[in-house]
């Protein structure tokens, strides 16, 4: 038996959200407020990401617990009403999940998952996560390389700049002056 009307379980399923969560826009705030530039739901990334950095081929997923379905085995008796509809569209969002998750990496990205309560609760460390990754692929990524290997001498340093540049491009070449 359901604790809440239809009119009042109509109006907290309206609420749901597909993009703009809490979780995604405290998590891309933090990012933006630490100087990185992303896209936010990037329809022309396969399982359209939360956040993207395109060129550096990271995708961030903010999942929330029930509609992802975290420790799913153990949670699934929670549900009292309309069981086997639920259970259906959370195995399928998982299942989904996976799917989304193996094309991107058959593709070449890297996939961050981060849960909404680890959002929530650690939010200094899920953007230090994406901060160090992005520093990585920074480094080794083929752009930097080029560019290293064809700058001018009149190029000095090369600067990873997190709040320059295009949205989602965080390589800048910094010209010294000398």
């Known amino acids: 038996m359901d604790k809440l009307t239809p009119e009042q379980r109509r109006k907290n399923m309206q609420a749901v959200r597909s993009t703009g969560s809490k979780i995604e826009t405290a998590l891309a705030g933090a990012l933006f407020a630490a100087g990185f530039r992303y896209r936010k739901n990037n329809k022309s990334v396969f399982g359209k990401p939360d956040l993207t950095f395109k060129k550096l081929k990271i995708a961030i997923f903010a999942d929330s617990e029930f509609w992802h379905g975290k420790d799913w085995e153990s949670r699934k008796r929670e549900h ?99």
């Open 80 to 178: 009292k009403t309309k069981k086997k509809f639920w259970h259906a569209k959370i195995e399928r969002n998982i299942a989904r999940d996976k799917e989304v998750n193996a094309e991107l990496k058959n593709r070449g990205w890297t996939v961050l998952r981060f849960w909404g309560k680890e959002i929530e609760k650690n939010l200094p460390a899920c953007v230090e996560k994406i901060a160090a990754l992005v520093k990585k692929k920074n480094e080794i990524s083929p752009a930097n390389l080029l560019l290293a290997a064809s700058a001018p001498r009149s190029v000095r340093k090369t600067a990873i700049n997190p709040g320059s540049g295009d949205p989602g491009d965080n390589l800048q070449i910094v010209d010294s002056g000398q």
